[in-house]
């Protein structure tokens, strides 16, 4: 099983600060396999990344993502209110089982 | 792409409950589906796979021997059979699967509680 561990566990940031939040695996994760998503409090999580560095419909420019291997990244370039909240990545190839990391919390400073 | 989930509510610990998932705007059965849980303020927690012939079926450690997975492609829905539920089932269940990116539905709430 590949374990993701996301790293900070809170990030206390001003609105129009840059966030970078890091996700890093156990093992190597095929690019092609690795999913960011926003969620906040009472909703489902919103998909933002996939493919390690692909925008999903409707997803603002400010975020952005790379990485492969085992060390992946979202960067959000100047954080809105709306941006406020937790992220998670997600590990999701051919073989189960699916794995998410822990999850980062944005948060006003 | 549309997945929605359905069976949700309040059970007693030592209860069951099936919950359905209807897929639609994909070929449901070429895919693998999947349902993933989150408990009350935790994170996301992968629960239980099938392949897309049902052939195979895979579990997490925390259900194995309770939950049971199927899926029936003539209608397009994948089921999850939950036995012998706990407090710790209490989550929101979302059912997914991947076509080049994760596909989500917007979840069904299971309450585990005397």
């Known amino acids: 099983e590949i374990v993701l561990t996301q790293s900070p566990g809170t990030l206390s940031l001003s609105p129009g600060e840059r966030a970078t939040l890091s996700c890093r695996a156990s093992q190597s994760v095929s690019s092609s396999y690795l999913a960011w998503y926003q969620q906040k409090p009472g909703q489902a999580p919103r998909l933002l990344i996939y493919g390690a560095s692909s925008r999903a419909t409707g997803i603002p420019d400010r975020f952005s993502a790379s990485g492969s291997g085992t060390d992946f990244s979202l960067t959000i370039s100047r954080l809105e209110p709306e941006d406020f909240a937790v992220y998670f990545c997600?590990?999701?190839?051919?073989?189960?089982?699916?794995?998410f990391g822990q999850g980062t919390k944005v948060e006003i400073k | 792409v549309q997945l929605l989930e359905s069976g949700g509510g309040l059970v007693q610990p030592g209860g069951s409950l099936r919950l359905s998932c209807a897929a639609s705007g994909f070929t449901f059965s070429t895919y693998a589906m999947n349902w993933v849980r989150q408990a009350p303020g935790k994170g996301l927690e992968w629960v239980s796979g099938i392949s897309n012939s049902g052939g195979d079926t895979y579990y997490a450690d925390s259900v194995k021997g309770r939950f049971t997975l199927s899926r029936d492609n003539s209608k397009n829905t994948v089921y999850l059979q939950m036995n012998s539920l706990r407090a710790e089932d209490t989550a929101v269940y979302y059912c997914a699967f991947s076509r080049g990116r994760p596909y989500w539905g917007q979840g069904t709430l299971v309450t585990v509680s005397s």
């Open positions: 997600h590990q999701y190839g051919s073989s189960p089982p699916w794995t």
